[in-house]
Antibody, heavy 126, light 113 residues
Framework: QVQLQQSGPGLLKPSETLSLTCAVS??????????WGWVRQPPGKGLEWIAT???????YYNPSLKSRVTISLNTSRNQFSLELTSVSAADTAVYFC??????????????????WGQGTPVTVSS | DNVMTQFPDSLTVSLGERATINCKSS????????????LSWYQQKPGQPPKVLIY???TRRPGVPDRFSGSGSVTNFTLTISSLQPEDVAVYYC?????????FGPGTRVDIK
């Protein structure tokens, strides 16, 4: 059973850098059957995809955040990470890591997210 | 970006009755080469991460009760709960994976009357 355990700070000041880590158990992040991604949810609002990474370091970024986001793999620790620079109050949200399930039918694509980490509430406030 | 919209924003249904949630994409999510719709549905309960229910618009994830069903094609999709149960109270989201950026609908809240 694949499980994702998130870690990282919950409170930042404006202009700081958010760093979150997602430790994966029950699966290898090197497995070419899966992608790995991050999704966030502002308080009381819907879901926003942030970024996704594949085992060969191919990355996908939401253009709305691309200039501030880096997603990376640490295969030796079987974990992946998110960095978001220059945070502001607009980045206040619950951040989720998730396995971005790979589906292949004619072409292979990152498809749905399953399972998810427990979520990390992040507040940006001076 | 492929903008996803959902309606209604919320609905209240009696126990055992049918709940229908609609999702519309601003661009097609249908791939002609495999005749598949690149759309999934999620359920999110308070304080929990979302849980995927359906992918390829109509394929139930293993373990998902068969009262949940998905239908539709191209730009118009529906999630149906055939007989609402107390544990189905949640917010439901659609998500397209036809193209990056992968986008979600704004969600539909389902409550019991």
């Amino acid at each position: 059973q694949v499980q994702l355990q998130q870690s990282g700070p919950g409170l930042l000041k404006p202009s700081e850098t958010l760093s979150l880590t997602c430790a994966v158990s029950g699966a290898s992040i090197d497995n070419p059957d899966y992608y790995w991604g991050w999704v966030r949810q502002p308080p009381g609002k819907g879901l926003e995809w942030i970024a996704t990474i594949y085992h060969n370091d191919i990355t996908y970024y939401n253009p709305s955040l691309k200039s501030r986001v880096t997603i990376s793999l640490n295969t030796s620790r079987n974990q992946f990470s998110l960095e978001l620079t220059s945070v502001s109050a607009a980045d206040t949200a619950v951040y989720f890591c998730a396995r971005h399930h790979r589906l292949e039918d004619v072409v292979a694509v990152p498809a749905f997210f399953d399972p998810w980490g427990q979520g990390t509430p992040v507040t940006v406030s001076s | 970006d492929n903008v996803m919209t959902q309606f209604p924003d919320s609905l209240t249904v009696s126990l055992g009755e049918r709940a229908t949630i609609n999702c519309k994409s601003s661009q097609s999510v249908f791939f002609g080469s495999n005749k598949k719709n690149y759309l999934s549905w999620y359920q999110q309960k308070p304080g929990q991460p979302p849980k995927v229910l359906i992918y390829w618009a109509s394929t139930r994830r293993p373990g998902v009760p068969d009262r949940f069903s998905g239908s539709g094609s191209v730009t118009n999709f529906t999630l149906t709960i055939s007989s609402l149960q107390p544990e189905d109270v949640a917010v439901y989201y659609c998500q397209q994976y036809f193209d990056s950026p992968f986008t979600f609908g704004p969600g539909t809240r389902v409550d019991i009357k």
